[in-house]
């Protein structure tokens, strides 16, 4: 009898401990940026259509929170000001969320509201080249300190899209200050993703995905990178440049080869 007992208590303190184990072993989706990464649309059909939530439910073994920020920069993300966390900024809150977490996964997108000023009155070069200057500096220094505090997590970044492109429909001076768009996003997503490699980040191809370059290829009378951000933003329609479900689901597309 006395043995009976002594195995039926010590089976009891097995499954007693087992719960708290499985809970503390959750891994975790810690999703990082602006408002592309909360997910904001102009005219939302349905809640939860951002490419994070999109993400989020292709991998349900992870436990997603989102820390994204609104109208948040390099600058902000480093630095707060946008903003409120307990912490002080966004890049703070997710240090003190890695360190008492198991954080497998992070997404990261960030930079465009850097360079949104730059052409609100045609292109400006110093100040692309001052925006550019930081984005490098801080985008560096943010994933140096996120691969510091998670050193096996899966990190991704994305490059960024042109939503200057729908100056197209405006005419010939729209069409040639959207070409003139072009090299510029080129040159800045250059910088982007130097800054995400140093840190062993990947690289979700955004760029690509919105077919940014393709001024040739005609779709329903309209070039194909033109057309993109048209269908995928509601740039062209409402004046917002945040995607569309489509949209979202193209950028959600670009990160999943990368975080599975």
Not at 55 to 84: I, Y
Not at 112 to 127: F, K, L, S, T
Not at 210 to 238: E, S, Y
Request: net charge neutral; with cysteine.
């Amino acid at each position: 009898m006395t043995r009976l007992l002594a195995t039926a208590a010590a089976i009891a303190l097995s499954l007693v401990t087992a719960v708290p184990a499985q809970a503390h072993d959750k891994q975790h989706f810690l999703a990082l940026g602006d408002s592309i990464a909360t997910g904001r649309q102009a005219v939302p059909v349905t809640p939860n259509q951002g490419y994070v939530a999109q993400l989020a439910r292709k991998l349900p073994n992870l436990q997603l929170t989102n820390l994204a920020c609104d109208g948040e920069t390099t600058t902000t993300m480093r630095d707060g000001g946008t903003c409120a966390y307990p912490e002080g900024n966004q890049l703070d809150a997710a240090l003190k969320f890695i360190k008492h977490n198991k954080v497998q996964l992070i997404t990261i997108t960030v930079a465009g509201n850097d360079i949104a000023p730059c052409g609100m009155q045609g292109i400006d070069p110093a100040c692309i080249q001052q925006a550019t200057a930081t984005i490098d500096a801080n985008l560096k220094h943010i994933t140096a300190k996120l691969r510091k505090a998670a050193p096996k997590a899966t990190i991704v970044g994305m490059t960024l899209y042109d939503p200057f492109l729908a100056a197209w429909l405006t005419g010939p001076d729209g069409q040639e200050f959207a070409r003139q768009s072009i090299p510029v996003t080129q040159a800045i997503n250059d910088v982007v993703e130097s800054a995400y490699q140093s840190s062993r980040v990947k690289v979700a191809d955004v760029e690509g995905a919105f077919a940014t370059t393709d001024l040739t290829t005609i779709v329903d009378g309209l070039p194909l990178a033109v057309a993109r951000i048209c269908q995928w933003t509601t740039t062209c329609t409402a004046g917002d440049i945040h995607p569309t479900t489509e949209g979202y689901t193209a950028i959600k597309k670009a990160y999943l080869p990368l975080v599975r």
